[in-house]
């Protein structure tokens, strides 16, 4: 075993030989948008988004289902599975099979295998000093997915949601793969702050971000100020607000949203300032336009998070 439970790294590696190892994840939730195959898609793309944050390429997929007994149609379940396998096919990874019970709540979702090499593995652990923090897609989908639940969500701004949570992490992680990353992990459910505690907290160091800095999907602020604030980001707050230091010059609508939970977000990347800059042109030259430095790492302040 390379990489167990010990750091709530991103997904497990376990080595078959010296040149080869499998990394194994799972990940599935309830829906998020109201069309099954858009749902589908979605929650593959954020199961295989963890492979991809461990520097691994998706192999195989089987489908988790909870589905009701009755009072839905057969043909919403397939259009589910055929979302999550189309966006497994993308991938390069086969659905082989898969799981369901019947739940009165729909849920779905992946559990992946890939396949790592053993000597680059990059786990959610090892950020240095010095290293610049960069981000390979914009925040918000906890709060914009809100505002879709309550009918206060614009067309325009509930494709631009949808397409930003489709989007495979492939090529963030084929540029990733190019650079000496020291730490990388996928911004989801718990959200900036919370996911990146984590990587301060087992690296000794303090991640910092500038509020200026923090990409955000368009409608986001006015949406916040609205108050379409998720329950899971006010938990998020709750767990991780006492372990962050955020200065009062914040704007709160920014301090809501680094703690807003996302679906099938992007890599948050240490790399070190000197292949920051190349590795940024490389990103958006491989079409991750959003992909934006967001902080840097510093020795340890005493708080895991600082946002500033």
């Not at 009072?71 to 189309?86: F, H, V």
């Not at 729909?106 to 652990?125: E, Q």
């Not at 950020?127 to 969500?153: E, N, Q, S």
């Not at 509020?211 to 707050?237: F, V, Y």
Request: charged fraction near 20%; proline fraction near 5%.
């Amino acid at each position: 075993m390379l990489v167990g439970i010990t750091t709530g790294d991103d997904a497990g590696v376990y080595r078959v030989r010296e040149d080869l190892a499998i990394v194994s994840t799972v990940d599935f939730f309830t829906p998020v948008v109201d069309d099954p195959y858009t749902y589908g898609q979605i929650a593959a793309a954020n199961a295989l988004s963890d492979v991809y944050a461990m520097g691994g390429k998706p192999l195989t997929a089987l489908n988790i289902v909870c589905w009701p007994q009755t009072g839905l149609p057969r043909e919403m379940l397939e259009e589910i599975l055929r979302g999550g396998a189309e966006k497994a096919r993308e991938a390069g990874a086969l659905v082989v099979g898969g799981h369901s019970v019947a739940d009165e709540e729909v849920k779905f979702g992946m559990a992946v295998t890939g396949l790592i090499d053993p000597c680059r593995v990059i786990r959610n652990v090892g950020a240095r000093p010095g290293d610049v923090l960069m981000l390979t897609k914009p925040l918000g989908t906890g709060i914009l997915m809100t505002a879709f639940k309550r009918d206060r969500l614009a067309t325009e701004h509930y494709e631009a949601a949808v397409r930003n949570m489709s989007r495979l992490n492939a090529t963030a992680a084929e540029v990733m793969l190019r650079y000496d990353v020291h730490a990388a992990t996928d911004i989801t459910g718990f959200g900036l702050i919370g996911h990146t505690s984590k990587m301060a907290e087992g690296s000794s160091v303090t991640l910092i971000f500038e509020e200026s800095d923090l990409p955000i999907l368009p409608a986001t602020l006015e949406l916040c100020r609205e108050g379409m604030i998720p329950g899971g980001g006010k938990r998020n707050r709750e767990f991780f607000g006492p372990s962050a230091k955020i200065s009062d010059e914040v704007a709160e609508e920014m301090v809501t949203i680094a703690f807003d939970p996302q679906t099938s977000g992007g890599l948050l990347i240490a790399v070190a300032e000197p292949d920051s800059i190349r590795m940024l042109a490389d990103m958006h030259r491989a079409g991750n336009v959003d992909t934006a430095i967001v902080g840097r790492v510093a020795a340890s302040t005493g708080f895991p998070v600082e946002l500033v």
